[in-house]
């Protein structure tokens, strides 16, 4: 049997060990530490943001901005319905019921068209949402201006759930500093990684303190222990952020190589009948964090999942694109808005949808490989 291709493993550089040596050397291998002060200052250096904050996972950044933005029992927030159950499942722990909304087809992300009738319809009924949360799929920018146009009309804040596109841009500026608060992962199949990990950022200086604070174990200034109100202990080890900081500075090199693979992968398969690729929008610079195929029904008898079966056969990992969120039984009874009435494009993409192996480190044999296995596949 070949060896066995991943989906999106985790891509050391060898720089990661010299921090994580500084870090035993100075016998910080405790949560918190100078690493993580310097993990910090680095992203927020490198997304233009005032300040970040590290924490366990994007999930915790998530919870935590959403705190932040007042989120609460009774609440209702909007939220990308094609992502990864994380993006909404902190509304669910701060007792807030999420509203899905639908993709747009250029960027696969939130469509506004479905967002502005989402907020008549909550204007109408009397409750605006606290806040919306816009997912950046697949290492892409959601189409932020008229997003951000009309939650500022209505007041309502953005968290960006920007887990899979650390390195992508919207018009020039970094995705994920578009919304009062942004998130990023470092979980272990993410573009960079920590092992496990995220970050919050935001311009908010005084928010992130609070956010800290609430993150470990919030306790108050004082000598003997004392709490005043509900924290977590959210925070980054010292250790995870000295790997973290030798991933950030190959970053450049693996966006690079993630958008050499889709190009690889749309160039040998793009001409077939039937095969499109994930578009990349005008309005910016996706990290292509995964390369995502879909398959014509029309034209392609056999769907995307028959393929993710074949593919695995040949011990090849590939994945169907998320499953809608309006989809799980999890929120089953939400309000789903779709991007027009007749058509809801996250769910002709979870049908149609493939994601293919797009780790940085697959040499272009491996890359060759899955391109013979999906020829073969489709010959068949
Ligand atoms: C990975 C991911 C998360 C969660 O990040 P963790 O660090 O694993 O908690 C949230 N949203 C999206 C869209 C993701 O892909």
């Known amino acids: 049997m070949a ?24 016998n910080w291998i405790a949560p918190l530490g100078p690493q993580v002060e310097a993990f910090e200052n680095e992203v927020a250096a490198y997304v233009g943001t005032k300040g970040a904050l590290a924490l366990s996972s994007g ?3 998530i919870h935590l901005g959403l705190r932040l933005l007042g989120v609460g029992p009774g609440a ?6 094609l992502t990864f159950v994380a993006s909404v499942n902190p509304a669910l722990y701060l007792g807030a019921r999420p509203v899905f909304i639908d993709s747009e087809p250029d960027s696969w992300n939130m469509s506004p068209a479905a967002l502005e009738r989402a907020f008549d319809d909550a204007r109408k009924e009397g409750q605006l949402p606290k806040a919306v949360i816009v997912v950046n799929l697949y290492g892409q920018s959601a189409d932020m201006d008229p997003i951000l146009e009309l939650c500022n009309a209505y007041g309502v804040p953005v968290l960006e759930d920007a887990a899979e596109s650390l390195g992508a841009t919207y018009k020039g500026k970094a995705s994920g500093t578009f919304g009062r608060f942004g998130v990023y992962s470092f979980n272990g199949n993410k573009i960079i990684t920590t092992s496990g990990g995220g970050m919050l950022v935001s311009d908010d200086t005084d928010a992130l303190k609070k956010a800290r604070f609430w993150a470990t ?3 108050d200034p004082a000598r003997h222990y004392q709490h005043s109100e509900m924290g977590y202990n959210y925070r ?7 790997i973290g900081r030798g991933q950030l500075r190959v970053l450049e090199e693996r966006i690079q190589r993630k958008r050499e693979i889709f190009e690889i992968y749309q160039e040998q398969l793009g001409s077939i009948p039937g095969i499109s690729f ?12 995964l390369t995502v195929m879909t398959l014509d029904p029309s034209i392609i ?6 393929l993710v079966d074949y593919l695995e056969e040949h011990n090849i990992e590939s994945r169907p694109v998320w499953k809608p969120m309006h989809r799980q039984p999890l929120f089953e009874g939400a309000k789903y808005y779709p991007h027009d009435e007749n058509s809801s494009v996250s769910d002709t993409l979870f049908e149609t949808g ?19 296995e999906i020829r073969s596949y489709l010959a068949s």
């Open 301 to 306: 008898k056999r769907g995307p999942w028959e």
């Open 236 to 242: 980054m080890s010292n250790i995870c952020a000295a």
């Open 278 to 289: 994930m578009p990349e929008a005008s309005f910016g610079r996706s990290n292509r964090w």
């Open 217 to 219: 174990q919030a306790r």
């Open 76 to 81: 209702t927030v909007f939220c990308s319905t």
């Open 59 to 61: 999930t915790a950044g």
């Open 3 to 26: 060896e066995r291709i991943f989906l999106s493993p985790p891509h050391l550089s060898g720089q990661e060990l010299e921090f994580v040596h500084e870090a035993f050397e100075s």
């Open 354 to 372: 493939i994601c293919l192996p797009s780790g940085t480190s697959m040499t272009d044999q491996d890359i060759e490989r899955v391109i013979d």
